[in-house]
């Protein structure tokens, strides 16, 4: 029996809120205040740190664990096994690490923990460098290779979460595709919403000769 975990999501698409209420029906779900929770975080950090959205973000996770979703993901596969880990994050791109999906397995969880205390030192200018400091490694030049770190800890490539990004660079979706991201700031071509069709019905193998 999979355990019901707690799903914190941030959307204002009406969309997208009944596709995670569905998703996740058996789950614990909550809608938060992204707003509230950035103003919560300036009565620690100061409101010109250039981590503030993500120290918002990492500092709800850190008091409640669980699943974090901010913006419009669309999953069409299970990511029950996920849940095993004590953490994971996801690339956005080829360079950039991203906020949109975090998991917890527990509050107070450690990876965080460094995460906070490295965005409280005001020397790092986006997520990925931060990351890069608790892992020990550069994770500007993403390979696009699972990272694990921390014994059970996970750093995944943006073909899990962002395939329609990782199209972009001429790769064809990949089986390993989880959810897809819809950025709000971005469209999505005709040739490309085809393509997205044809993996949520039969799969990212379908789409080879798309």
Same mark, same amino acid.
């Given at each position: 029996m999979v355990k019901k975990i707690k799903v914190? +999501? /941030?959307?204002?698409? @009406? $969309?997208?809120?009944?596709? +995670? @209420?569905? !998703?996740?029906e058996e789950d614990e779900i909550v809608k938060v205040d992204l707003d509230e929770m950035i103003s919560k975080a300036k009565k620690e950090i100061s409101e010109n740190n250039p981590l503030l959205r993500e120290y918002a973000i990492f500092k709800y996770l850190y %008091? /409640? *664990?669980?699943?974090?979703?901010? *913006?419009? !993901?669309?999953f069409i596969k299970s990511i029950n096994? !996920?849940?095993e880990h004590d953490f994971f994050i996801g690339f956005a791109d080829d360079k950039y690490l991203a906020t949109n999906i975090i998991w917890a397995s527990v509050p107070k969880n450690a990876t965080i923990e460094k995460?906070? %205390?490295?965005? &409280?030192?005001? $020397?790092? %200018? /986006?997520?990925?460098?931060? !990351?890069?400091?608790?892992? *020990?490694t550069d994770l500007n030049n993403n390979y696009n290779y699972v990272l694990k770190f921390d014994t059970n800890s996970f750093i995944y490539p943006y073909d899990?979460? +962002?395939? #329609? %990004?990782?199209? $972009? #660079?001429? @790769?064809?979706?990949?089986? /390993?595709? =989880?959810?897809?991201?819809?950025?709000? =700031?971005?469209?999505?071509?005709? &040739?490309? &919403?085809? =393509?997205?069709?044809?993996?949520? $019905? +039969?799969?990212?193998?379908?789409?080879?000769?798309?």
């Amino acid at each position: 029996m999979v355990k019901k975990i707690k799903v914190s +999501y /941030n959307c204002s698409s @009406k $969309k997208f809120e009944e596709k +995670y @209420k569905a !998703f996740f029906e058996e789950d614990e779900i909550v809608k938060v205040d992204l707003d509230e929770m950035i103003s919560k975080a300036k009565k620690e950090i100061s409101e010109n740190n250039p981590l503030l959205r993500e120290y918002a973000i990492f500092k709800y996770l850190y %008091d /409640n *664990g669980g699943l974090f979703l901010d *913006g419009n !993901f669309e999953f069409i596969k299970s990511i029950n096994s !996920f849940y095993e880990h004590d953490f994971f994050i996801g690339f956005a791109d080829d360079k950039y690490l991203a906020t949109n999906i975090i998991w917890a397995s527990v509050p107070k969880n450690a990876t965080i923990e460094k995460v906070l %205390d490295i965005i &409280r030192q005001e $020397k790092c %200018d /986006n997520i990925t460098d931060v !990351f890069s400091q608790v892992v *020990g490694t550069d994770l500007n030049n993403n390979y696009n290779y699972v990272l694990k770190f921390d014994t059970n800890s996970f750093i995944y490539p943006y073909d899990y979460f +962002y395939p #329609i %990004d990782y199209e $972009k #660079i001429g @790769k064809d979706f990949s089986s /390993n595709v =989880k959810a897809i991201y819809y950025d709000n =700031k971005k469209s999505v071509p005709a &040739r490309k &919403r085809t =393509k997205l069709g044809i993996t949520k $019905k +039969y799969g990212p193998t379908a789409c080879e000769y798309v």
